[in-house]
């Protein structure tokens, strides 16, 4: 979507860009860090914003809240007057946890963060603009619970089916990741929980 250029007077604000990659995008395509400021920039010159250096940089999850430095220190100092604006990819880089979410758009309705600029959609601070970042706020959280939950369902069906990624006694992992009895080590593992079941300690 375009960015509603009018909206704000953007000449007079300060904005901090907040960049963010963590680990639980692995099963989605979310640009890199690099080419999230890339595109940020692009929209930077195009606007002639003041962007504050440096850039923040996250590589940290943002399902939870109370887990991001970067993110933590941004709020801080937008409270303490460093910052009133902040340029961003999208909403779901800085928000995916309900707490944090409504800490923006409290912020936002306070008037201390003036205005939020988006790559890849447009954001006006305003009663509108405010119930369409809710939005994209609940979706994004929406997206990381499935996405979880999807997880562990995969991992709890590969185990029923014999597949784990950490090594078990006794056990070697075929080609496919099934894991099979290894020989002399499977016996001698089965021995041990026997004489474990039957009451044998190491002492005797």
Not at 7 to 22: D, G, M, P, W
Not at 98 to 116: F, P, R, S, T
Not at 172 to 183: A, V
């Amino acid at each position: 979507l375009s960015m509603d250029e009018s909206s704000v007077n953007t000449s007079q604000l300060k904005y901090i860009l907040y960049a963010r990659k963590s680990t639980d995008d692995q099963k989605r395509q979310v640009r890199s860090i690099p080419d999230q400021i890339s595109d940020c920039e692009e929209i930077t010159s195009r606007l002639k914003l003041n962007v504050i250096r440096p850039y923040l940089r996250e590589t940290k999850s943002a399902k939870k809240p109370h887990k991001r430095i970067l993110y933590k220190k941004m709020i801080d100092d937008i409270i303490e007057g460093k910052y009133n604006a902040i340029l961003c990819w999208s909403p779901d880089r800085l928000a995916r946890n309900m707490l944090e979410a409504g800490e923006i758009i409290d912020l936002v309705d306070q008037g201390i963060i003036k205005d939020i600029k988006f790559v890849s959609t447009s954001f006006t601070p305003d009663p509108q603009g405010m119930m369409m970042l809710g939005m994209s706020f609940v979706l994004s959280k929406q997206y990381s619970d499935d996405l979880s939950q999807k997880i562990t369902r995969g991992v709890r069906r590969s185990r029923r089916e014999g597949k784990t990624a950490t090594f078990k006694h006794g056990y070697i992992r075929d080609d496919e990741g099934y894991q099979r009895p290894g020989g002399k080590n499977f016996e001698l593992v089965k021995d041990a929980w026997k004489m474990r079941y039957e009451g044998h300690s190491l002492e005797n």
